[in-house]
């Protein structure tokens, strides 16, 4: 009799214990969420894998493969800033080229269009007067080059290529993507549904907890109206919970003192390993070029700017010279571009503030990664197409590399450097792939020296 | 109250002086010796506890600080040059000549600065080779000892102001002298005519600090064109041509090209050197004889004797000589006969011989241009301005202030206003420049167009590969402009060349400006040289008449590292810290005494003595050389700089002033007394102990005549004894093999090429970024080459006396080197153990080895334990006590790590180390990765010679080869093949350590080693 009468109080603590248990975590996760996620960066092999935008071989549309997977990088290294196939941008879409011009046209034009211009051919001063009277630069390309170009402008007639499409084949769509900040798109997504999800339960949770505190007191008061009680229920009815009793027990202090030097023990650690890492970092720069916008929206080729990614160690930060490129005849006005021209007007170069810093002690080479391993950028610089302001996607630590070392099979197709190592891999250890450490990538002084 | 006793500890105590009560505060004086005090007399007596705070604020101010990561700036071009991609390295040839040895090079430049020099395999002269100091010459540029700006009396003045009044000042001159050492620039010397065709009176003298004047004088105003390729007997009377004689790059490729041995070609030249300095030549001779500078004359004679005949009796005979003589004879056209000499009797006698001989080793018809100066001219001049008969004196690239033995003349005269106008070229207030009233400094070579000619009909061409640092101006521009030529130097250039390239110019401009040399091309036409008509009989009579010097004979020379101490050479630490490939030492000059002579003296080491000479003395160390002829000492020139700069100034004595003239020439000799001081100078000496005492295991050497014998026995092979009996050491081990699937980087070094001539050890520190530590770090041991050149003499006793003499004393003795030893050079850096010792006991894995057979060393790993160190038995690693680049101490000799300017000559690609860290060759891995990038990117291997370290690239004798051993075609495979169980051989190898770096035994060409004894 006596316990069934106990019984709604410890229910109210059991529940009581529940809520705060489940809030505990509940915002524990949504705490650790998001830099539990954006820690991992992207798998390193999820992307590896892809080959580089220049052995994209679009199959549609007639003509050699080869030529038009040529056509592709040169039409993205030299004609995509100002040129679209189905959309106006600087100069005129490009589709159906083929059909309106012959080659003995187009070779010529590519070659140098002021020529023809002054020469007073009739299509060309119509075209010139056309765009504003907007020169078209000059391009040393062979023939044949100019004829692989025209076969992928033709390959890709009719295809839409809105903002959306992401001509860099990495798999990110970049309208998913959140504003910048660090935290991975999809994760975030779930996040969310989860936080609703949580918050419903809480609100249930309190709602119970005061029916119960109600329907508790309310049977105290029928109790305590009640005469044939004894003392031992009496006792039992009228006893107090005595807070006191919790913060002298040894157990509980001993607990709370463990919990307590452990999580400050954790997060020093953490903290510590933290020093110096910058993920996420991102500085306002002094002029708000926006990368969205460029390789994004526009789909210039990174390259374009960074005009040493495939051949140096460093990726180059364009000169003003390549801004000018463009920004010569396009948004003279705007405040920002402005800049630009200041800068070259008082013969100050611009001040970027770095953002990717790797310690002197290790080497980088963006060529070994880009040319040779065919990594795209995005696979270390994160989704720079959806970026207005760019921020450091990955940690850059070295754990980070190594992992990818480890995991990254090598691009070894096509590379006579490989073709031995690749057979005498397969020979002794065929099962596993060939990755990057079993050639030795892991070993100090590839990177240290 | 009864007081208690008082004890004290010492009188000081108890008088309680107040230096007592001072230290009695203090037991423990010192700060840390980070920091030695350098006056701040607090800094060294703060106490303990002082220190303790600092730490603590340090450590929780640097904790704070690196929370925070600092903003770093990414600073693009504003208009890129097109051929510029940063971090690509660009490579343009260009050409090195500062009046004495000619170098063609190229320049590896990062982002536009020059960083490191290499040869250029298309020049025929000096063929991909490089001296030591044209290496170090890049460093010279960022040198913040050079004028910035025009200047009068060392105050800064306008350009165009100066050209005003320099124009006016000559206008009224009258006679104008412009003193230079030899320059072979033809569009120089044609812009020097326009000046003098301007200022009516303007002469053009040439000097050179070690002068050629009496070979000069006996060949007919020409230097004849040597090829010791084409002799197989070579006589020397005290020319150093592998080291510092006339142009050494292309002497030693020449020598030794008729010296590698192979099972092909078993045959190579006999060598004879006599001199009275253990020279670098000497050291490589087969049959090296000690002779006093007076005795020169005698013993050219007595082989004119032998070899023409009909000259009057010499009084110099000896065994040696007597064979030199008969080979030289029964050599014929083979043979060849170089004098150091500047004394153009000798030098007659000498061009007589090869005359007679008809030997084919010497080209009169395309003599070499690079030494032109004229004593005779240069002192009649000095005299001249003594006596104020000179209005204008211009000084370009000359220092004779310095460097003439009568500088101290010209120093008064121009002190005194002797000249009304004087004006220097020089790139710094020199000691000659700061006396000059008008500075207008001259860019660095490596800013300036010009060309060259350093034999007839060899051209090359200089081309800036750096717009100029400083305000200052090309010494041409400056004549042009003051002859009021508005022409640019670099157009005069072109239209001078306009004569010279045949066909379309601007193409073939082009292709000389890429390839640095003109191949092909001739000068305008000259009249046919011929040989000389000599003057044999005067000659004669002039040797027997020349006065018989009493008492020790000093003959100056030249050291491989300083070179004539001009100032590209005299302030570059490099230079100065690399050290004298015979007497291993460094920063400054000594007196080189004979053994017997400083036991009788009873001198040792380091012993301060007073040199006098000509009524001027000198006070220097003695080092004591063997091999030095008894009756003998020697000084190098060059040293003693007051004005040179920071890292040049107050090392060692000038030598010059004590000095005279002989015959119109100056005469490098000189009779002189020495006294001892009674105080001790140390002298930083790399490497102390001298001979190998018999152990072959190190180093080993053979006779030719073996080696044709059998040349599976030139070499020692130690075995160990096992329980199967005696095996090679590799047999037993306690490790696995590696396994080497991609490459298996190797390299041999042929100790019968190697010279010694120290070109590795600076190219490696180009590289690699190795700090210089200075005279006091070197004399502590703690110097930080990557890479030395041990030089061993050769001891008369051996292991066979052990059984009479004992064995202690057998040893004791093997360590002292005979009085005129043979010494073999062994270029020794870290040999990439298969199973390296250093490996094992690295407790933090800093030093592993790699997939590719490296030897890895891992800087930010690394904890500084030094184990390592200790267990290498090749003693080759390093280790950075001291931040070179930020202490102060090192701030002079290290500067070009300390300064925005000078740090633009480091390797961007290679690390500077920090302090506490173990550094080491690490066989240029930067070039290595590079090279297979390249490939990689090319998708194909490597091919041999892509990867070459740069010891090997720099290397003048291709001694050094580097490649990939797993590569059955490579170079170096082919070569390990071939002399596998012949000549090549490990260093230690029973200690089975299986090094990635192979030797090839050293072959003399004597029959035994009675020649020298």
Same mark, same amino acid.
């Given at each position: ?41 992207v ?10 935008a ?12 080869a ?30 080229i083929?059909?309106?011009r ?14 023809m ?55 990110i ?34 709602v ?28 039992v ?11 002298k ?83 003279t ?30 080497y ?24 207005d ?18 995991e ?7 590379n ?9 891999h ?24 | ?7 004290w ?54 904790t704070?600080?690196?929370c ?7 600073i693009?071009y ?23 040895d000619?170098?063609?090079?190229l ?43 025009f ?20 206008a ?12 072979i ?36 105003g ?47 030249s ?8 253990m ?41 040696q ?38 030997s ?35 000084f ?12 101290a ?29 008008y ?76 390839? $640095?040399? #003109?191949? /092909? *091309?001739?000068?305008? !036409? @000259? ?5 000389? &008509?000599?003057? +044999? ?10 006065p018989?010097?009493?008492g ?54 380091g012993?301060?003595?007073t040199?006098?000479?000509?009524g001027?003395s ?8 063997? $091999?030095? #002829?008894? /009756? *003998?000492?020697?000084? !190098? @020139?060059g040293?003693?700089?007051?004005? &040179?700069?920071? +890292? ?26 020495l ?37 599976k ?22 490790w ?9 980087w ?6 019968n ?8 050890v ?22 930080m080459?990557?890479m ?21 004393d ?9 009085e ?10 870290c ?9 094992t ?32 038995p ?21 500067g ?25 060759c ?28 740069a ?5 003048p ?57």
């Open positions: 009799m006596n316990s069934i009468r106990l019984r709604p109080l410890s229910r109210l603590f059991l529940a009581l214990f529940l809520t705060v248990a489940t809030i505990g975590e509940s915002l524990a996760q949504a705490v650790g969420a998001a830099p539990a996620v954006s820690k991992e960066g798998a390193p092999g999820a992307t590896a894998a892809a080959t580089p220049t052995a994209v071989a679009p199959a549609a549309g007639g003509g050699d493969a030529a038009i997977a040529a056509g592709d990088a040169l039409f993205k290294g030299n004609c995509a800033q100002c040129h679209a196939v189905n959309d106006v941008v600087v100069g005129p879409a490009l589709a159906g083929a059909k309106r012959p080659m003995s046209w187009i070779i010529p034009w590519v070659k140098n269009s002021s020529k211009v002054a020469s007073g051919d009739e299509y060309s001063v119509k075209i010139f007067n056309q765009y504003s009277k907007q020169q078209m630069p000059s391009f040393q390309l062979s023939d044949q080059e100019i004829t692989s170009i025209v076969a992928w402008v033709t390959s890709q007639e009719g295809k839409a290529t809105g903002p959306n499409d992401n001509a860099n084949g990495t798999g769509k970049p309208g998913e993507q959140g504003p910048a900040g660090g935290a991975d798109t999809a994760d975030a997504g779930a996040g969310k549904y989860m936080n609703v999800l949580l918050i419903v339960l809480v609100v249930v949770l309190i119970l907890i005061v029916t119960l505190v109600i329907i508790a007191n309310i049977m105290k008061d029928v109790l305590r109206g009640r005469k044939d009680l004894d003392g031992r229920d009496r006792e009815l009228e006893q107090r919970f005595d807070f006191s009793k919790i913060y027990s040894t157990a509980v202090r001993t607990i709370v003192g463990v919990v307590f030097v452990l999580a400050v023990l954790y997060e020093s650690i953490q903290g510590a390993m933290g020093v110096g890492l910058q993920q996420g970092y991102q500085p306002t720069q002094p002029i708000a070029f926006s990368h969205k916008l460029h390789a994004g929206e526009h789909q210039i080729n990174c390259a374009y700017c960074h005009t040493s990614v495939y051949k140096s160690k460093s990726a180059n930060i364009p000169s003003a010279n390549i801004c000018m490129n463009c920004h010569s005849q396009i948004k006005e705007s405040p920002e571009i402005k800049k630009i021209y200041r800068a070259i007007e008082r013969k100050q170069p611009i001040q970027w503030v770095r953002i990717h810093n790797l310690p002197d002690l290790a980088f080479n963006h060529s070994q990664h880009t040319q040779v391993g065919g990594i795209e950028c995005q696979t270390c610089h994160g989704p720079i197409q959806n970026m302001v760019v921020y450091q996607y990955s940690p850059l630590t070295m754990g980070w590399c190594i992992n990818c070392h480890r990254t099979p090598l691009n070894t197709k096509g006579g450097y490989y073709d031995n190592l690749v057979k005498l397969d020979k002794s250890n065929g099962a596993v792939p060939f990755t990057v450490s079993s050639n030795g990538g892991t070993e100090c002084s590839k990177c240290h020296y | 109250m009864q007081e208690s006793p008082k004890y500890k010492g009188i000081e105590e108890l008088e309680n002086s107040p230096e007592f009560v001072k230290n009695a505060l203090t037991e423990f004086a010192d700060f840390l010796p980070v920091k030695e005090s350098t006056g701040g007399a607090d800094a060294t007596i703060a106490p303990r506890r002082d220190f303790l705070k600092l730490m603590g604020f340090g450590i929780a101010a640097a704070l600080a690196s925070e990561a600092p903003v770093r700036k990414a693009p504003l208009n890129k040059p097109e051929e510029v991609d940063p971090g690509i390295a660009n490579f343009y040839a260009s050409t090195f000549f500062n009046g004495q000619y170098n063609s090079i320049v590896k430049t990062r982002e536009g600065r020059p960083i490191k020099f290499e040869g250029n395999p298309e020049s025929p002269i000096t063929r991909g080779g490089l001296s030591a100091r044209a290496q170090a010459v890049v460093l010279s540029l960022y040198d913040g000892g050079r004028l910035q700006h200047a009068k009396k060392g105050a800064k003045i306008d350009k165009d102001q100066l050209d005003q009044e320099v124009r006016n000042a000559l009224g001159a009258g006679r104008i002298a412009i003193v230079s050492p030899t320059i620039s033809p569009s120089t010397k044609k812009v020097i005519a326009e000046f003098a065709g301007r200022f009516a009176g303007t002469e053009h003298v040439m000097y050179d600090v070690h002068s050629a004047s009496g070979l000069l004088r006996a060949n007919g020409v230097v004849p064109a040597y090829d010791f390729s084409k002799a197989d007997v070579i006589v020397s009377f005290g020319a150093d041509f592998l080291g510092t004689w006339l142009s050494p790059v292309e002497y030693a490729r020449q020598y030794i090209t008729n010296r590698k041995v192979s099972k092909e070609k078993q045959t190579m006999r060598h004879f050197q006599f001199e009275s300095n020279s670098l030549t000497g050291s490589n001779a087969d049959v090296r004889v000690p002779l006093k500078p007076s005795e020169m004359g005698e013993a050219v004679l007595a082989v004119y004797n032998a070899v023409v005949g009909g000259g009057s009796a010499s009084s110099y005979s000896n065994k000589l007597q064979t030199a003589a008969a080979e030289l004879k029964r050599a014929g056209a083979r043979g060849l006969v170089v004098s150091g000499s500047n004394d153009p009797a000798v030098q007659t006698l000498v061009a007589a011989i090869n005359q007679a001989l008809g084919a080793a010497v080209d009169v018809a395309a003599p070499s241009y690079i030494r032109q100066g004229d004593d005779a001219r240069m002192s009649r001049l000095l005299r001249d301005i003594s006596n104020g008969q000179v209005g204008a004196v211009i370009y690239h000359a220092n004779p202030v310095f460097d003439h033995p009568m500088g003349d010209l120093a008064a005269a121009l002190k005194a206003g002797k000249v009304r106008t004087t004006i220097s070229l020089n790139d710094r207030l020199d000691e000659t420049g700061e006396l000059c009233t500075a207008a400094p001259d860019h660095h070579f490596l800013e300036s167009w010009n060309d060259y000619e350093p034999k007839r009909g060899f051209l090359s061409l200089a081309q800036p590969v750096i717009t100029p640092l400083f305000a200052t101006r090309q010494a041409q521009d400056s004549l042009l402009t003051w002859a009021g030529n508005p022409t640019t130097y670099y157009n005069y250039l072109r239209n001078q060349w306009r004569g010279v390239l045949g066909g379309d110019f601007n193409k073939a401009w082009d292709k000389a400006v890429h390839d $640095g040399v #003109a191949t /092909g *091309t001739a000068t305008p !036409a @000259l009249a046919a040289q011929t040989a000389p &008509a000599l003057d +044999v009989t005067g000659a004669i009579s002039a040797i027997k008449s020349a018989k010097p009493s020790i004979e000093l003959a100056v020379y030249e050291k491989v590292g300083i070179g004539n101490g001009a100032n590209l050479f005299a302030n570059n630490p490099w230079l100065q810290e690399l050290p004298d490939p015979v007497t291993k030492a460094t920063w400054g000059n000594y007196v080189t005494v004979p053994r017997a002579y400083a036991a009788a003296q009873k001198w040792e080491q012993d301060v003595v040199v006098t000479a000509n001027k000198i006070q220097l160390p003695v080092l004591i050389q063997p $091999g030095q #002829a008894a /009756g *003998t000492i020697g000084i !190098a @020139l040293y003693g700089r007051t004005n &040179a700069g920071k +890292v040049g100034n107050d090392l060692g004595k000038n030598v010059l002033p004590l000095l005279g003239m002989r015959s119109d020439a100056v005469n490098y000799v000189a009779s002189v007394t006294a001892a001081t009674g105080t001790q100078e140390p002298i930083a000496q790399t490497q102390t102990h001298h001979t190998i005492m018999d152990r072959k295991q190190v180093v080993q050497e053979a006779t030719l005549k073996q080696y044709i014998e059998n040349p026995e030139v070499t020692e092979y130690e075995k160990i004894s096992t329980p199967d009996g005696l095996e090679k050491p590799n047999k037993v081990s306690l696995q093999d590696y396994e080497y699937k991609n490459h298996h190797g390299m041999a070094i042929d100790l090429s190697c010279i010694g001539c120290g070109s590795c600076i190219g490696c520190q180009a590289e690699n970024n190795v700090a210089v530590v200075g005279k006091q770090e070197v004399i502590n041991r703690r110097e080459h990557w030395r050149i041990d030089r061993y003499y050769s001891s008369n006793h051996h292991k066979t006396e052990f059984e009479t003499e004992g064995k202690l057998t040893y004791a003795a093997m360590e002292d080197p005979s005129n030893p043979q010494v073999i050079f062994q270029p020794m850096l040999q990439h153990c298969n199973h390296a010792p250093c490996e006991v690295c407790p933090v894995l800093a030093t592993t080895h790699s997939s590719e057979g490296l030897n890895q060393m891992t800087y930010n790993r690394c904890v500084g334990t030094r184990y390592c160190a200790n267990n290498c090749y003693k080759v690693r390093r280790f950075n006590w001291f931040s070179y680049y930020s202490n102060e101490k090192f701030e002079t000799v290290n070009h790590m300390f300064t925005d300017l000078g740090r633009m000559v480091l390797n961007p690609d290679v690390t500077v180390r920090a302090r506490g860290v173990m550094e080491k690490s066989f240029c891995v930067q070039r290595i990765q590079l090279g297979k990038l390249e490939a990689k990117k090319q998708k194909r291997r490597p091919q041999d010679g892509e990867v070459v370290s010891c090997a690239q720099s290397c004798t291709q001694a050094i080869v580097f490649g990939d051993m797993r590569d059955p075609n490579s170079r170096i495979s082919q070569l390990l093949r071939r002399e596998d169980g012949e000549r090549a051989f490990h260093v230690l190898d029973s200690i089975n350590v299986q090094p990635n770096v192979t030797y090839l035994t050293k072959i003399r060409n004597t029959e035994s080693s009675e020649f020298n004894a």
